[in-house]
């Protein structure tokens, strides 16, 4: 099944729990379901793209800061997918690119990219904390539409750029994961109409000191929203961020040898 992957940078859970209508009315309607994960250590955000696309944890894999710049030693998503035959496309921070195509970034080389032999084959790459949300999901449904692919990562940046400047706890930082719900509210109707499964998440959270890393419930608590047939739509279950990986890859149907929160996934239906 078709998959996208939004990684919200910087949301934590517990605003989440209150700024996010759309996703919720989604759930309260039975069309998904809402978990809350621990993320791992360190609560940073190159350490953690590389967890959340790996299965992997942050000092495993070798990526435990931000300044690591280098490709994954790991197979991610998009390699799994790639060796079934399957399509790939990311909207997403530079640092995704880095990881998982080229690296160092070259704008005028992977801003725009359409490579159909790396790992990551369609994708619009960013590099300013700044860039709009807004425009971040029009790059995502350009994507979509242009190149079909069956798995696409839409991973924007504003809600962890407000919580830099202004805190987890002010109303920059809640009205901008408000903004972001609105835009999913926008966008999400149609991708569910057309098939897809949609997995919402977040890196790692924030606090009220301007950043995260370390282990609070604010930097470490994030949502977890599944829609679409393919989910259980199960409560009271408790899924890792090291099984995002494996849950998106079972969803794909590839092969592939990463842990998997199997409550979490539908029932396989057998014809006949």
């Known amino acids: 099944m078709k998959t996208i992957l939004v990684v919200l940078d910087g949301l934590s859970n517990q605003v989440a ?35 959340i696309l790996t299965g992997i944890t942050p000092v495993r894999s070798g990526i435990i800061h931000n300044g690591v710049s280098r490709l994954s030693k790991e197979r991610s998503i998009f390699h799994y997918a790639r060796a079934a035959g399957l399509t790939t496309a990311a909207a997403a ?34 590099w300013d904390d ?31 750029d407000a919580g830099h400047k202004h805190s987890l706890s002010s109303p920059q930082y809640r009205n901008r994961a408000r903004m972001a719900d609105g835009y999913l509210s926008h966008w999400m109707p149609g991708w569910l ?18 950043s995260h890393g370390g282990i609070l419930p604010e930097e470490t608590h994030v949502p977890l929203f599944v829609f679409g047939e393919g989910f259980s739509k199960q409560p009271d279950l408790e899924p890792q961020q090291t099984e995002l990986c494996g849950i998106v890859c079972t969803l794909l149907g590839v092969e592939h040898d990463k842990p998997v929160c199997r409550g979490l996934l539908a029932e396989p239906r057998h014809e006949g």
């Open 130 to 160: 700044g860039y709009p949300d807004s425009h971040l999901f029009e790059d995502a449904e350009s994507l979509r539409l242009r190149h079909d692919p069956d798995f696409l990562l839409i991973h924007p940046m504003n809600i962890d």
């Open 17 to 51: 729990q209150h700024a996010m209508g759309y996703l919720f009315a989604e759930c309260a309607q039975g069309n998904g379901q809402y978990y809350t994960l621990t993320c791992e250590l360190p609560s940073l955000s190159r350490p953690l793209y590389e967890c």
């Open 93 to 126: 921070y530079h640092w995704v690119s880095e990881l998982y195509n080229q690296t160092p970034f070259n704008a005028a080389r992977d801003r725009h990219t359409v490579a159909p032999d790396l790992p990551i084959q369609y994708g619009h790459f960013y």
């Open 193 to 210: 109409a057309a098939g897809y499964q949609v997995v919402v998440t977040a890196d790692h959270g924030m606090n009220d000191d301007r």
